[in-house]
């Protein structure tokens, strides 16, 4: 049966709970229970985020296209500038009131009332606030819109001396403040989804916006005055995330229950949830909030800094994307799910097995970026308008960022844990000293280092968050495994120091034989990866890191059930 009939089976029929792992997508296998092995628990978790990877690896491979495309039109010029600006500013409104946010707050209440058996009160309460997110950031799309030209320039100071720039950022901001109100109703719809453990539909979902906006560059653009074309990419992304909320409500149906317009103030679950989204809007804000002080010291560096970093960033998150975010987001309605139970023991076990298996998935990625940094981003980004110079710039960042990825993955999923044990307001106080710390970084270095200093102030700030946050989540769960998790890490550490050798003599060797043409970058740093991570496996397994074990472990007990 194809999985999309398969998943719109009456709920009714599917089990109450869900272990470790479980994704209804990833073949019906049914949930573990939450005493079971950690290790077999592990191997599912691994293999369902195998499976989100996928979906979710496609629409970053469509946004890597997308940002190539983009690139191709627009280099690094001003008006990218101008449009990474205008879009950060909605994309932090998003962060504080609509999607994640919202997850964060809506997931763990409304498990609960599925794992107590109340699916209608559960739907009444998503009805709820599907209502409050129209009502509620409709009025701030408004505001906003109003508000255009104040906004932009507190968040961009360096671009008051050019009224051109200043004027077109006000511009596309305007054009791209509803996707606030949009992306809070498929949070809300997302979130819904992944308490059922429906995950694919929504890892697709990305793919269909990216490719939207691929559309709307190659087929807009050219019809726009050369002055103008950056307001194809704003109504790309614009029409893109029209597309995003549609494509997964579908799978909705056959829930037990359906959304409607309706408001209940007196439900106690409604103000339940609006009580955990203040200390979750807050936390995911101030993480956020990160990006808009990179381009806040970014316009005092350069014209060009801010979208230098923003090009690395989009590289930085490919991993990050396929692998961190996969794992925290199938593992949220697990953890929340534990927490409901009480099983603490369970939910610190579940929690520190992702950790491990974020970083047996990250470090090797942060070796990659930081050793391969510049031939990845001139394959990437280097045709059309993005030349040498722009290369330089971005992949300056890029080697910086590097360094934070597998902290940032880390820091996701401690973020998950404390949101899922109804504790919210531990880490929100870190993500804020977090920022200040970013802050205070990025001020003192952005003179001498330039775009280095700024991104660095984030690193920083990054590393300091992942470990506070550990740290108070061991005195919650009576511990995090930290001696099982230092024991993998440094086996992993190993593995990538040798990935990131093999790695870079691969690519220089190559690069020297080949040339700089399109298909010899795609060969020389294809085969340094390769190579690379030929090795680091190698190292891993002959290290007998549990983690990967538990990968082989698994694929070898399905490998016969396919024949």
Do not use: C
Not at 6 to 19: I, K, L, T, V, Y
Not at 208 to 215: C, D, K, R, S
Not at 275 to 301: E, K, R, Y
Request: proline share 5%; net charge positive.
């Amino acid at each position: 049966m194809p999985e999309d009939q398969r998943d719109a089976a009456p709920a009714s029929e599917r089990p109450a709970s869900a272990g470790a792992g479980h994704i209804e997508d990833a073949g019906g296998s049914r949930a573990a229970p939450a005493s079971e092995d950690p290790t077999r628990s592990g191997g599912r978790l691994a293999l369902s985020t195998a499976f989100f990877s996928f979906a979710t690896g496609l629409s970053r491979v469509a946004g890597l296209v997308r940002e190539i495309v983009a690139a191709s039109f627009f280099g690094v010029s001003g008006a990218m500038s101008a449009f990474t600006i205008a879009f950060q500013v909605p994309n932090l409104v998003r962060a504080l009131f609509a999607d994640m946010a919202l997850q964060g707050a809506f997931v763990p209440v409304f498990t609960d009332l599925l794992e107590r058996g109340e699916r209608r009160e559960a739907f009444r309460v998503a009805s709820s606030l599907f209502f409050l997110i129209t009502l509620v950031l409709g009025g701030i799309t408004a505001l906003l819109v109003l508000a255009a030209p104040a906004v932009m320039s507190l968040v961009a100071p360096g671009f008051d001396d050019d009224p051109a720039l200043r004027d077109l950022t006000v511009a596309l901001s305007r054009i791209l403040f509803p996707i606030v109100v949009l992306l809070g109703l498929s949070g809300l719809v997302v979130g819904m989804l992944n308490s059922f453990e429906h995950f694919s539909v929504p890892a697709l979902a990305p793919l269909a916006w990216n490719l939207v906006i691929i559309g709307a560059l190659v087929g807009l653009t050219p019809a726009f005055p050369e002055e103008d074309q950056i307001y194809a990419y704003a109504i790309g992304v614009l029409a893109g995330t029209v597309v995003q909320l549609l494509l997964p409500t579908p799978w909705l149906r056959g829930r037990g229950g359906r959304l409607t317009l309706t408001l209940d103030w007196r439900s106690p679950q409604v103000r339940r949830v609006l009580a955990l989204m203040l200390p979750v809007t807050i936390t995911l804000g101030l993480i956020n909030f990160s990006l808009l002080v990179n381009s806040f010291f970014g316009t005092l560096v350069s014209d060009q800094a801010p979208a230098a970093i923003d090009k690395a960033f989009r590289i930085y998150m490919l991993p990050q994307g396929i692998f961190s975010i996969a794992i925290a987001t199938i593992l949220f309605p697990t953890l929340s799910r534990l927490a409901a139970r009480g099983a603490l023991d369970d939910v610190r076990r579940t929690m520190a097995n992702g950790v491990r298996q974020i970083g047996l998935l990250l470090i090797p990625s942060a070796a990659i970026l930081a050793v391969l940094a510049e031939p990845i981003t001139r394959l990437v980004y280097e045709r059309g308008a993005f030349g040498a110079a722009a290369t330089d710039l971005v992949s300056e960042a890029m080697f910086v960022w590097a360094f934070s990825l597998p902290f940032q993955g880390a820091s996701l999923l401690y973020s998950r844990t404390f949101f899922s044990l109804q504790r919210p307001w531990t880490t929100t106080a870190l993500a804020g000293g977090s920022l200040v710390v970013n802050a205070a970084v990025a001020l003192a270095l952005y003179r001498p280092l330039g775009i280095s200093g700024v991104v660095l102030g984030t690193v920083v700030a990054t590393i300091g968050l992942s470990l506070a946050q550990a740290r108070f989540l061991g005195r919650d769960l009576d511990g995090v495994e930290a001696r099982q998790t230092a024991s993998a890490i440094v086996r992993v550490l190993a593995g990538a120091a040798a990935l990131a050798l093999v790695a870079f003599l691969a690519w220089r060797v190559l690069d020297e034989a080949l040339g700089r043409s399109l298909a010899a970058q795609v060969a020389s740093v294809g085969a340094g990866i390769v190579a690379g991570l030929a090795v680091y496996t190698g190292v891993v397994f002959a290290l007998r890191v549990p983690e990967a074990r538990q990968i082989a472990r698994l694929v070898a007990e399905r490998l016969p059930r396919r024949r």
